[in-house]
C-alpha cells in the first residue's frame, strides 16, 4: 500500500527540530519560516512542552470525556485569562475543520437557521460543511454542494445586509486574517460594522482564527486589533505547536443541549497537557509582544526591496512579488536552507514562523531573500 497523494512533497525529510530550526535526516540545519501551515507556535521541541506531553502520558495518556479531565478546565481557565474571553464556553475538538463545523452547528442550533456566509478567497477547511462555506472549487465534490452559502467580498456591507436582512442567515464566517489567500487582513472598521449588522438580523458572527490566532499576529486574537466581539471564535493550528487540537469559544448567550457537541478523542489528556504549555510558554516567554516587535521589525526589513507589497500583522507575512515565488522559494530552500510558504496567489510567499524568532534570524532571511533576487532577476 502507498500513501494517498495530499501536497508535493518536498526532497527533504525533518528528523529533529529546536526552535525556529528543522535538521534533516542526513543532519543539515533549515531555518523554518513556515512552521508546518503556521503549527509551530513556540519553537520546535520546546523543553517545556516536551515535559508536560511526557509526564502526561507517562501517567494517563487518554480515557473519555465521560469522566473528570482537570487539564481540561486548566486549559480553559488559562485560555481564558490569556485570550481576553474568560466569560465564554471552551468545547475542544481535534483540528479547525472541526471546529468550524461545530461553530456553524450551533450558530444554526442557535437560531434555527440554515444559510451561511462567507467570504471570497476564504478558507475554513476541507470536510464536508467547512469546504461547503469555503470559497475554492478545488475541495468540494458534489456532496459538499447544495448547501445555502453565500460568497461576498470581504467590505461590501451593502450586499452583506442584503443577505441578512432576509432574515435566514445563520452566521456570517470570517478570517481574522485570510492565510490561504495570501494574507489580506479586514479593516477594523469592516468587523466592527459587520458585528453590527450581525447583532441587527439575529445573524451569528464566527471568527475563524485557525491560523491567525494564538498570539500569531500580535495580538492574542487577529480580531482584537478591532473592538468587534464574535459570538463564536475557532481555533486549532499553533494551539497545541503540532499536537492534533481544536477549538470553539462559545459566548455564555448560547447554549446547546447535550448530545449536541460531542467528540471522543476532543480534549483529551495529551491534548490538552500539550496545549496548556504552549500557553505558559507564550505567557513566560512574552511571545505574543516578541511577534509583534520582531514581525514589525521583519515587516519593515521587507517593505525596503523593491517591488513588492507586504501585508500581514506580527509573524503573519504576506511578501506579493510581480511574478511567480517558485523559483525564489526554492532557491531559499535549496540554496540557503529556509523553509517558507506559499499561498493561492502565485505570486505571494508566506510567512508563518515560531511567535520566538528574533530579529537575528529575521535578519538571516532578509539577506538570503537579497541573494534569492538577485539569482533570479
Not at 450558530?107 to 462555506?133: D, M
Not at 453565500?150 to 485570510?178: F, K, P, R, T, Y
Not at 512574552?286 to 511577534?291: F, G, R, S, T, W
Amino acid at each position: 500500500m502507498k500513501l494517498f497523494d495530499v501536497y508535493p512533497l518536498l526532497d527533504i525529510t525533518p528528523a529533529k527540530g529546536e526552535g525556529s530550526y528543522l535538521y534533516d535526516d542526513k543532519g543539515v540545519k533549515y531555518l523554518d519560516l513556515y512552521g508546518g501551515h503556521a503549527v509551530i507556535s513556540i519553537g520546535h521541541s520546546h523543553p517545556v512542552y516536551v515535559k508536560a506531553i511526557s509526564e502526561q502520558v507517562s501517567n494517563l495518556g487518554f480515557y473519555s470525556n465521560s469522566v473528570q479531565i482537570p487539564v481540561q478546565q486548566k486549559l480553559a481557565a488559562k485560555l481564558g485569562e490569556l485570550s481576553g474571553y474568560d466569560d465564554y464556553n471552551l468545547f475542544l475538538c481535534n483540528s479547525g475543520a472541526e471546529a468550524v463545523e461545530n461553530a456553524v452547528k450551533l450558530a444554526s442550533y442557535h437560531n434555527g437557521r440554515k444559510k451561511i456566509i462567507s467570504f471570497k478567497n476564504g478558507f475554513h477547511g476541507r470536510t464536508s460543511l467547512a469546504a461547503s462555506i469555503t470559497n475554492s472549487s478545488k475541495i468540494t465534490a458534489p456532496v459538499n454542494e447544495g448547501h445555502k452559502t453565500e460568497v461576498v467580498e470581504i467590505g461590501d456591507l451593502n450586499a452583506i445586509e442584503q443577505l441578512l436582512v432576509q432574515q435566514d442567515v445563520a452566521a456570517v464566517i470570517i478570517e481574522g486574517i485570510q492565510g490561504i489567500a495570501g494574507i489580506y487582513e479586514p479593516d477594523a472598521s469592516f468587523l466592527e460594522k459587520l458585528g453590527e449588522l450581525c447583532k441587527k438580523y439575529g445573524s451569528l458572527l464566527i471568527l475563524d482564527e485557525i491560523q491567525s490566532g494564538y498570539g500569531r499576529s500580535g495580538k492574542f486574537f487577529a480580531h482584537q486589533y478591532s473592538k468587534v466581539k464574535p459570538d463564536l471564535i475557532t481555533i486549532a493550528k499553533g494551539m497545541g505547536n503540532g499536537f492534533p487540537v481544536g477549538g470553539v469559544l462559545i459566548s455564555p448567550e448560547i447554549e446547546a443541549s447535550f448530545g449536541l457537541l460531542g467528540t471522543t478523542f476532543g480534549g483529551n489528556h495529551l491534548a490538552c497537557a500539550a496545549s496548556l504549555a504552549v500557553l505558559e510558554v507564550m505567557e513566560s516567554e512574552n511571545l505574543i509582544d516578541n511577534a509583534n516587535e520582531v514581525g514589525n521589525y521583519l515587516i519593515e526589513k521587507l517593505k525596503t526591496l523593491p517591488n513588492v507589497e507586504v501585508r500581514g500583522k506580527g509573524l503573519m507575512i504576506g511578501v506579493e512579488f510581480q511574478k511567480p515565488i517558485k523559483s525564489i522559494r526554492t532557491a531559499l530552500l535549496n540554496d540557503h536552507k529556509i523553509f517558507t510558504g506559499v499561498a493561492s496567489n502565485p505570486n505571494v510567499l508566506r510567512l508563518l514562523p515560531p511567535l520566538s524568532l528574533t530579529k537575528e534570524e529575521a535578519d538571516s532571511f532578509i539577506n538570503a531573500l537579497k541573494s534569492a533576487l538577485y539569482a533570479y532577476k
